[in-house]
C-alpha cells in the first residue's frame, strides 16, 4: 500500500512538474551532482514549518500549496518505506558513460559561435563570407554588401528553441567570422568585431521578444578591429574586449566607460606582443577570468599575468605552463573552476576572498600550425595544467588526459566537474590543419584527491568536431554541440571532414533514468524581489525530490552562460553558494537556505542558472539575476 502511495505521489510530482516547467517535455532526461553541505534539520517537522517559498511566475502559487498538503496527508496517513534508490558519484564514473542525441541533422548553418539566453534559447551563428549557407531568410529579406557574393538571401545565424527544438533564422547585417561576445546585465548579448566589413562592429540579440528579435548592429564601432579577440563581463556591468588579430590592446563597451591617462579609450597591452609567436601566433582567443579582488586574469600561449585593467598595469605574472602552445592557432581550452563560497561575513567579521584556480587543457607543440599546412599533422597535447592562482606562490601543476587534445572545449557542469569534448588528436585549427577526431568525451573531477582517478572517458560520438565546433551547458543539465567547418566553404563532399550543420545533445551520466528519484526539482525561489537577487543577501530555494531520503545531501551552484567559440568559452563561471540550513518541509520537499555571492567581483550582475544538486545529481535550473 505504502509503495502504491509513493508511485502516485512520485507521479504527482511528474505531473506538476510539467505545469511548472512546461518548456521541459522534452528535457526530462535529466541530472547529476556530487558534492556535500548541511543535511537537513529533522528538528524541523512539517508542521512546524507555516509558509512555504514564495512561488515564482512559472510556479502557480495553488498547485504548490496542494502539493505541499499532499505531502503532508501522506505523511500522517501512510507508513513511509525508505528505498534506497542509486546514487551517483562522478568519481565513481565508468568508461562508456552518458548518451548522445542527434537533435537535428541541419539547421542550415555551422554552430562556430553559441551563447545560451536566460529564454532557453541558443543564438548560433557562423560568417558571412563562405557564400550561401542551408538556411533561407524569410521572404524579402536579403544582403547586399557581402564580400563574396552580390545577393545573399540565406542566414548565417539562428535562435534555436531548446524546449520545441526548433529553430529560426536571424539575420547579421556584416561578417561575425572568428568574433567575441558577453551577456551584459540585461540579457542582451553584446557581440563584437568579426572580419573585413565586420571587425570594428557592434551587434545586439536581445532575448526580450521571442518573435521578433534579430540583430542590430549599433552605429556606434569599437575602436579597432577586434579579430579572434576575448570578451568578459566586468563588475559594473561593461565589457572588456580583449586582443585579436595584430590588435596588442583592449578597449570597453560602453566606449567611454574607462579612459586611460591620455584619455584614450584603447590601452595598449604589450603582454599581447610579448607572446605572439612568429608565422603562427599562438596567443589568439586569450583566456580571460574576472578575480574576486576585481582584476583580470589574461592567458595567452604559454604565460599569464594578473591585469589591473582600469590602470593598464600587470600586478603579477605567473610561471610559463609546462609542454605545448595553448592559445589559437595551437588551440588549448580552459575553465576557471568552480569557486566555493564562505559564509560571506554574516557574523560581521571581514570576508576573506575565495581561492581560484585555473584549468587549461590540451594544445599543440610550437611550429605545428605551420606543418599542418603542408600536410604534416603532429601529436596534439596530452596535458593539462592546474594553477591556484590565489596562492603565495603559484605553480603550475600538471596532469594527463586519457587523451591528446587540439580544440577540445570544456563546459563546468552544475556538479562542479568539467566535461571536455570535441577535438582532434593531431594537428592545430585552421583549414584542414587537423586530422584524427577525438569522439569520446572526458569527465574531469577537481575535487578527486587522487590525480589517477580524476578523468573517466565517455561514451563517443559518431560526428567529428574539429575547427569551428562549438559545446555548452544547457539548463536541464545535457551539452549542446554543433558545428564543424575545417575548410574553405560549405563542402559537404570530395573532403575528408566536411562541413558539419547538426546539433546534438551529450547527456552526462547524472542523467541517467536510474537517477530520477533522487533528482531535485525546484518549485520556487524565495527572495525580496522574485527571482532577483541582491548581493550578500540569504535566500532560499524549495523543490521536492521523488522518494523519500533519509539522508539527503545537497549543494547549490550558480552558472553564468558562456560565448563559446573556438573552443573556449567566455564568461563562463560556476560559484557553489554557502548554506545556511536546510529544512524539511514534508517527507519529498525541502527548503535551503544560501548566502548570495558576497560582490560583483565574484558574480558579476546579470542572469545566472541555479541549479540544486543532490546526491550528485542535478535538477533544472530556475534562471535568477545577480544584481
Avoid at 501 to 515: I, K, R, V, W
Amino acid at each position: 500500500m505504502a509503495t502504491k502511495i509513493l508511485s502516485f505521489l512520485f507521479s504527482l510530482i511528474l505531473i506538476f512538474s510539467l505545469f511548472t516547467y512546461p518548456s521541459q517535455s522534452l528535457l526530462h532526461r535529466r541530472h547529476r551532482q556530487r558534492r556535500h553541505h548541511d543535511g537537513p534539520d529533522d528538528s524541523l517537522s512539517p508542521s512546524a514549518v507555516t509558509s512555504a517559498a514564495s512561488p515564482s511566475r512559472s510556479q502557480p502559487p495553488i498547485l504548490l500549496a496542494f502539493l505541499h498538503s499532499t505531502f503532508s496527508f501522506a505523511a500522517s496517513s501512510f507508513p513511509l518505506i525508505n528505498v534506497k534508490p542509486p546514487t551517483y558519484n562522478s568519481t565513481t564514473a565508468t568508461a562508456g558513460g552518458g548518451q548522445w542525441e542527434l537533435l537535428q541533422e541541419s539547421v542550415g548553418v555551422s554552430a562556430m559561435h553559441m551563447q545560451l539566453l536566460y529564454n532557453n534559447k541558443v543564438v548560433i551563428f557562423d560568417r558571412t563570407d563562405f557564400g550561401p549557407s542551408n538556411l533561407t531568410l524569410p521572404a524579402g529579406k536579403c544582403r547586399y554588401n557581402d564580400e563574396s557574393i552580390k545577393e545573399d538571401c540565406t542566414a548565417h545565424s539562428l535562435l534555436y528553441d531548446i524546449a520545441s527544438n526548433t529553430y529560426r533564422p536571424l539575420m547579421v547585417q556584416t561578417d561575425v567570422w572568428c568574433s567575441s561576445g558577453a551577456v551584459i546585465p540585461d540579457g542582451t548579448l553584446v557581440q563584437t568585431g568579426g572580419y573585413l566589413a565586420g571587425d570594428h562592429k557592434i551587434r545586439f540579440f536581445s532575448p526580450w521578444n521571442d518573435d521578433q528579435s534579430d540583430w542590430i548592429e549599433l552605429e556606434e564601432n569599437l575602436t579597432i578591429q577586434r579579430w579572434y579577440a576575448s570578451d568578459h563581463i566586468l563588475p559594473d556591468g561593461n565589457v572588456v574586449i580583449v586582443g585579436g588579430r595584430k590588435a596588442f590592446s583592449y578597449e570597453f563597451f560602453p566606449k567611454d566607460s574607462i579612459k586611460n591617462s591620455q584619455n584614450s579609450s584603447v590601452f595598449y597591452f604589450n603582454f599581447l606582443k610579448e607572446t605572439t609567436d612568429p608565422k603562427e601566433e599562438n596567443n589568439l582567443y586569450p583566456f580571460l577570468y574576472l578575480l574576486p579582488d576585481g582584476n583580470l586574469f589574461v592567458f595567452a600561449n604559454q604565460r599569464s599575468v594578473i591585469l589591473d585593467y582600469v590602470n593598464n598595469k600587470i600586478v603579477k605574472e605567473f610561471p610559463m605552463i609546462t609542454g605545448e602552445k595553448r592559445s589559437y592557432p595551437a588551440t588549448g581550452s580552459s575553465v576557471m573552476l568552480p569557486i566555493r563560497l564562505n559564509a560571506s561575513g554574516a557574523d560581521g567579521s571581514p570576508t576573506p576572498l575565495p581561492e581560484v584556480e585555473v584549468l587549461v587543457c590540451g594544445g599543440a607543440k610550437g611550429g605545428a600550425y605551420v606543418k599542418a599546412l603542408k600536410g604534416i599533422y603532429v601529436a596534439a597535447s596530452k596535458s593539462c595544467g592546474r594553477l591556484r592562482v590565489t596562492d603565495s606562490d603559484p605553480q603550475w601543476v600538471m596532469e594527463d588526459m586519457p587523451m591528446r587534445r587540439v580544440m577540445p572545449d570544456s563546459v563546468l557542469l552544475p556538479t562542479g566537474d568539467v566535461i571536455i569534448l570535441n577535438g582532434a588528436g593531431k594537428g592545430t585549427a585552421g583549414w584542414e590543419c587537423a586530422v584524427d577526431p577525438v569522439l569520446n568525451p572526458i569527465l574531469y573531477i577537481p575535487t578527486e584527491p587522487d590525480p589517477s582517478k580524476r578523468f573517466s572517458m565517455l561514451n563517443p560520438t559518431t560526428i567529428p568536431r574539429l575547427y569551428h565546433s562549438t559545446a555548452t551547458l544547457l539548463p536541464d543539465g545535457r551539452i549542446l554541440v554543433g558545428g564543424s567547418n575545417p575548410h574553405v566553404q560549405y563542402n559537404f563532399s570530395g573532403v575528408k571532414y566536411p562541413t558539419d550543420l547538426s546539433l546534438e545533445a551529450f547527456s552526462p551520466p547524472y542523467l541517467g533514468q536510474e537517477f530520477g528519484l533522487i533528482r531535485p526539482s525546484i518549485l520556487s525561489i524565495e527572495a525580496p524581489a522574485h527571482n532577483v537577487i541582491s548581493y550578500g543577501e540569504e535566500f532560499s530555494v524549495t523543490f521536492t525530490l521523488g522518494l523519500y531520503q533519509a539522508d539527503p545531501e545537497f549543494m547549490v551552484t550558480i552558472v553564468a552562460p558562456s560565448f563559446a567559440t573556438h573552443s573556449f568559452g567566455m564568461n563562463q563561471r560556476l560559484l557553489e553558494l554557502y548554506i545556511v540550513g536546510v529544512q524539511r518541509l514534508s517527507e519529498f520537499a525541502y527548503k535551503v537556505t544560501v548566502h548570495a555571492p558576497p560582490t560583483r567581483n565574484i558574480a558579476p550582475p546579470g542572469y545566472y542558472m541555479l541549479f540544486v544538486v543532490h546526491h550528485g545529481v542535478p535538477g533544472h535550473c530556475v534562471w535568477i539575476k545577480m544584481q
